[in-house]
């Protein structure tokens, strides 16, 4: 089935660095996917809808210069946490839309664990 | 906005008991449900999905869902459950066309060998 190879699963980075975050879609083209945050023992939170060819889509309270997201090609997005700090360790899961009807539902990667230390 | 809550946060039953868990959501028009299974260290995966139809919904591993338009819920049963079946369980909505899933709170499902 369609797959969403998403790299690191696991990063520690300094505080004040920046970290880059992958998700791929695997033998399907993805012109939405889409960033989550889960902190521990909570939901999902939806921090951005990457839209192919344009410009993300944030939700509200989510920071648009501190959460970098680029998505420019139909396989590729990603998100780029800038001057990390030890607030924004934490689970990132990134989806993709499955192609065809709304019915065909979603999929999800594998999730990164940032810590910033 | 949709939203999705989900009532227990933490589940702990006995291998073979029965169970049931809550979902609610709040939107007024045509919703699309979910329900995923997060196992630990993993990703998340569809146990099963409601978009129309019958109500009473049967997914992977034994789990069903029953959609119950007249009180918001959608609400995840299995008749018997086994020590595999310890993971996090998020119902989430997809609704009026939006394309984005909004999930509930998510619950911690314990089960004692």
């Known amino acids: 089935g369609a797959v969403v190879s998403q790299h690191p699963s696991r990063v520690i980075c300094k505080s004040g660095t920046s970290v880059k975050i992958e998700c791929r879609s695997l033998?399907?083209?993805?012109?939405?996917m889409f960033w989550y945050r889960q902190f521990p023992k909570q939901s999902l939170m939806l921090m951005a809808t990457?839209?192919?060819?344009?410009?993300?889509?944030?939700e509200q309270g989510v920071e648009k210069d501190k959460f970098l997201i680029n998505h420019a090609s139909l396989t590729l997005s990603t998100l780029t946490v800038t001057s990390a700090h030890p607030e924004d360790s934490s689970f990132y899961i990134c989806?993709?839309?499955?192609?065809?009807?709304?019915?065909?539902?979603?999929?999800f990667g594998s999730g990164t664990r940032l810590t910033v230390v | 906005a949709q939203s999705v809550s989900q009532h227990n946060h933490h589940v702990i039953l006995s291998e073979a008991a029965s169970l049931e868990l809550g979902c609610n959501y709040s939107?007024?028009?045509?919703?699309?449900l979910f329900w995923y299974v997060q196992y630990p260290g993993q990703h998340l995966q569809l146990l099963l999905k409601?978009?129309?139809?019958?109500?009473l919904v049967k997914g992977i591993k034994g789990f069903e869902a029953e959609f119950i338009k007249s009180k918001f819920s959608f609400n995840l049963r299995k008749p018997s459950v086994q020590w595999s079946d310890t993971a996090e369980y998020f119902c989430?909505?997809?609704?009026?066309?939006?394309?984005?899933?909004?999930f509930g709170q998510g619950t911690r499902l314990t089960i004692n060998p």
């Open positions: 939107y007024g028009g045509t919703v699309n």
């Open positions: 989806s993709a839309r499955l192609p065809g009807l709304i019915t065909a539902g979603y999929t």
């Open positions: 409601y978009f129309s139809g019958d109500p």
């Open positions: 990457s839209n192919e060819g344009s410009k993300a889509t944030y």
């Open positions: 033998d399907f083209q993805a012109t939405t």
């Open positions: 989430a909505v997809l609704g009026g066309g939006a394309q984005k899933l909004v």
